[in-house]
T-cell receptor
Framework: DQQVKQNSPSLSVQEGRISILNCDYT??????FLWYKKYPAEGPTFLIS?????DKNEDGRFTVFLNKSAKHLSLHIVPSQPGDSAVYFC???????????FGKGTKLSVKP | DAGITQSPRHKVTETGTPVTLRCHQT?????MYWYRQDPGHGLRLIHYSYGVKDTDKGEVSDGYSVSRSKTEDFLLTLESATSSQTSVYFCAISESRTANQPQHFGDGTRLSIL
């Protein structure tokens, strides 16, 4: 039973355009959501997070939007660059121990 | 980059043999985690530690044990490796459990069990 779902295994975008990565969750008790980026043969790298009491958080080219009523969050990358090509994981924090639950990831390809 | 070193980086072994993976950190963070990453499953928590000698199970703990005798080292042991434990294993650390102190990951250990 997946609590955090990334329904798109892959996404291809042209350089300079917007990339939108989506994530859905089922547990309304999650209090924080995080995005990680992962290059091949490396560990995931923290990108950006958002508290459940916010609906938007921005950091440079990266913006995360949270829609609590729809249990949906999205990561916007504007403008997309070839170096953004990676696998992006959505994660949610919850439970009594505050552990992270990860989605399966979306592979983003940004084409020059 | 967070000071996290995983060893070995690659290992091939046979079914039934014991395997120990090591995670070493230089950040003096309290929390340490072991995850496995498999195609179609994302990252799944195996075990975690919230201090020296304090550990607890994660989502997929069966067949794994852990130990933390020092702040800087977190060991993951497969007592009798099975082919289903072929995976990429990641260690992560965090200073606290708050999300503004996110987990930072090592570069992983690729483990193949034949």
């Amino acid at each position: 039973d997946q609590q955090v779902k990334q329904n798109s295994p892959s996404l291809s975008v042209q350089e300079g355009r917007i990339s939108i990565l989506n994530c859905d969750y089922t547990n309304s008790m999650f209090d924080y959501f995080l995005w990680y980026k992962k290059y091949p043969a490396e560990g995931p790298t923290f990108l950006i997070s958002i508290s459940s009491i916010k609906d938007k958080n921005e950091d440079g080219r990266f913006t995360v939007f949270l829609n609590k009523s729809a249990k949906h969050l999205s990561l916007h990358i504007v403008p997309s660059q070839p170096g953004d090509s990676a696998v992006y994981f959505c994660a949610a924090r919850g439970g009594s121990q505050g552990n992270l639950i990860f989605g399966k990831g979306t592979k983003l390809s940004v084409k020059p | 980059d967070a000071g996290i070193t995983q060893s070995p980086r690659h290992k091939v072994t046979e079914t039934g043999t014991p395997v120990t993976l090591r995670c070493h950190q230089t950040e003096n963070h309290r929390y340490m985690y072991w995850y496995r990453q498999d195609p179609g499953h994302g990252l799944r928590l195996i075990h975690y530690s919230y201090g020296v000698k304090d550990t607890d199970k994660g989502e997929v703990s069966d067949g794994y044990s852990v130990s933390r005798s020092k702040t800087e080292d977190f060991l993951l042991t497969l007592e009798s490796a099975t082919s289903s434990q072929t995976s990429v294993y990641f260690c992560a650390i965090s200073e606290s459990r708050t999300a503004n102190q996110p987990q930072h990951f090592g570069d992983g250990t690729r483990l193949s069990i034949l």
